[in-house]
């Protein structure tokens, strides 16, 4: 049984293409989601979708409540995620209004809660591979079908935010190799393979951060996130449709994890 959950603005989805559409409260162990969970049918697949950072843009990238998220999809049997996340630009080539279909992160948080396992138990889960290669070649597969602009691959550094880099940052993650800049992809990847949820994210260039001597404005950033947004839900829809129960690594993550 496929169920898709949706993780991302309120602009990558249009409530009115789902059927069945309705707003549910999903209390979990470590608190509220960002927001209420919208459930409903697209396409004869089953959905649960939850605004990362809650109606309006109000929770900042630290104060997310990741962990609550991935809980609350996982219990109400969600199978596969699809993200979208808003990414600065580390390299020339990748340019603002592109999309990246990231396989890698490095991980430069300090403030969240990163597992689920906080008791008695040890979780080792295993990252090396942080998004669902399964997931991820799909969505390589139909972008190319509607030939938007993207990269099939991309390592992004996860800051803590919700300030945006000095230039000496930015130059220190090009030096080691990162391709991308953003705030939200970790702990949501890993939450989700502890969860054994195939996860893929699909992140939205909108600026060069700061390295070619330029400030990021969040004015330009919100208008080119706003472009995005219609390549990103042609993109998933097109996507959802063709999620099936193939074996994957992902859902056996813990199998190799638990001590």
């Given at each position: 049984m496929i169920k898709v959950g949706i993780i991302g603005g309120t602009g990558v989805y249009d409530p009115n293409l789902i059927q069945d559409s309705k707003k549910i409260k999903v209390n979990t162990p470590f608190g509220r989601t960002s927001d209420l969970v919208t459930t409903g049918v697209f396409k004869g697949v089953e959905m649960a979708i939850i605004p990362r950072h809650g109606t309006g843009h109000r929770i900042n990238p630290s104060n997310v409540n990741y962990r609550a998220n991935i809980w609350a999809l996982k219990s109400l049997g969600v199978t596969h995620i699809l993200a979208s996340s808003a990414v600065g630009?580390?390299?020339?080539?990748?340019?603002?209004?592109?999309?990246?279909?990231?396989?890698?992160?490095?991980?430069?948080?300090?403030?969240?809660?990163?597992?689920?396992?906080?008791?008695?138990q040890v979780c080792h889960i295993s990252t090396a591979e942080p998004f669902c290669p399964t997931l991820r070649k799909k969505l390589i597969e139909e972008a190319?079908?509607?030939?938007?602009?993207?990269?099939?691959?991309?390592?992004?550094?996860?800051?803590?935010?919700?300030?945006?880099?000095?230039?000496?940052?930015?130059r220190?993650?090009?030096?080691?190799?990162?391709?991308?800049i953003g705030m939200t992809m970790?702990?949501?990847?890993?939450?989700?393979?502890?969860?054994?949820?195939?996860?893929?994210?699909?992140a939205m260039v909108t600026d060069y951060d700061c390295w070619k001597d330029k400030p990021v404005d969040i004015d330009e950033v919100v208008k080119i996130m706003n472009e995005n947004v219609s390549k990103v839900k042609e993109l998933f829809t097109a996507v959802i449709p063709k999620i099936s129960g193939d074996d994957c690594n992902c859902r056996q993550a813990l199998k190799t994890a638990l001590i």
């Open positions: 630009s580390l390299k020339e080539e990748y340019k603002p209004g592109e999309l990246v279909i990231v396989d890698q992160f490095i991980d430069r948080t300090c403030k969240r809660a990163t597992s689920f396992y906080e008791g008695d190319k079908k509607l030939k938007v602009k993207f990269h099939d691959r991309g390592t992004c550094v996860v800051v803590e935010g919700p300030r945006f880099s000095t230039k000496a940052e930015s220190m993650y090009q030096c080691w190799g990162a391709d991308i970790h702990p949501e990847a890993t939450l989700a393979r502890e969860a054994e949820i195939c996860y893929a994210t699909v």
